[in-house]
T-cell receptor, first 111, second 111 residues
Framework: ELKVEQNPLFLSMQEGKNYTIYCNYS?????LYWYRQDPGKSLESLFVLLSNGAVKQEGRLMASLDTKARLSTLHITAAVHDLSATYFC???????????FGTGTRLKVLA | EPEVTQTPSHQVTQMGQEVILRCVPISNHLYFYWYRQILGQKVEFLVSFYNNEISEKSEIFDDQFSVERPDGSNFTLKIRSTKLEDSAMYFC?????????FGPGTRLTVT
């Protein structure tokens, strides 16, 4: 059974600082997704990573995928308060139509 | 921009009752999914649906759950005999292939 772990679970950071969220998964997969969830809201798609070495950037967020290490990172550059949310990675189970979500990282950016 | 819609936004039911949660996926999407999220916890995959049949289901999706696409547009999740532990947010998602688009969710409260 595919397991997906994120760390840290909670992250409190100052505005302007950089930080990285890690997503590790246990079995082979070539598709990984990052989502943002605001309190009481649905999931907003941030990035779709479809191959080893894929890197995508949007604003202050950059995501990468290393399928050999079974690791994805979500890097935050110069954090702002508006980035406060919970971030989930989700991994596609190869050969199925099943997506397993990570535990989530609750990010709080302090002004 | 097309979006996934879900009804109702909040459903309160008594233990043992049947509930039907409804979703209207984005038209021309081919893949459909149900997830649940217990308050403050991670998003759990329930079932995927493609070509009018279940493609994959999780261990959570036992005999009390069923899905249907009754009229080619709606996508429903039925819970036959609700339990207290079924209380959660239920999200529907649709996908043209890789990227999933999530609906706003239905909050189910079982009393």
């Amino acid at each position: 059974e595919l397991k997906v772990e994120q760390n840290p679970l909670f992250l409190s950071m100052q505005e302007g600082k950089n930080y990285t969220i890690y997503c590790n998964y246990s079995t082979t997969s070539d598709r990984l997704y990052w989502y943002r969830q605001d309190p009481g809201k649905s999931l907003e798609s941030l990035f779709v990573l479809l191959s080893n070495g894929a890197v995508k950037q949007e604003g202050r967020l950059m995501a990468s995928l290393d399928t050999k290490a079974r690791l994805s990172t979500l890097h935050i550059t110069a954090a702002v308060h508006d980035l406060s949310a919970t971030y989930f990675c989700a991994v596609y189970t190869s050969g199925t139509y099943k997506y397993i979500f990570g535990t989530g990282t609750r990010l709080k950016v302090l002004a | 921009e097309p979006e996934v819609t879900q009804t109702p936004s909040h459903q309160v039911t008594q233990m043992g009752q049947e509930v039907i949660l409804r979703c209207v996926p984005i038209s021309n999407h081919l893949y459909f999914y149900w997830y649940r999220q217990i308050l403050g916890q991670k998003v759990e995959f329930l079932v995927s649906f493609y070509n009018n049949e279940i493609s994959e289901k999780s261990e959570i999706f036992d005999d009390q759950f069923s899905v249907e696409r009754p009229d080619g547009s709606n996508f429903t999740l039925k819970i036959r005999s609700t339990k207290l532990e079924d209380s959660a947010m239920y999200f529907c998602a649709s996908s043209p292939y890789h990227e999933q688009y999530f609906g706003p969710g239905t909050r189910l409260t079982v009393t």
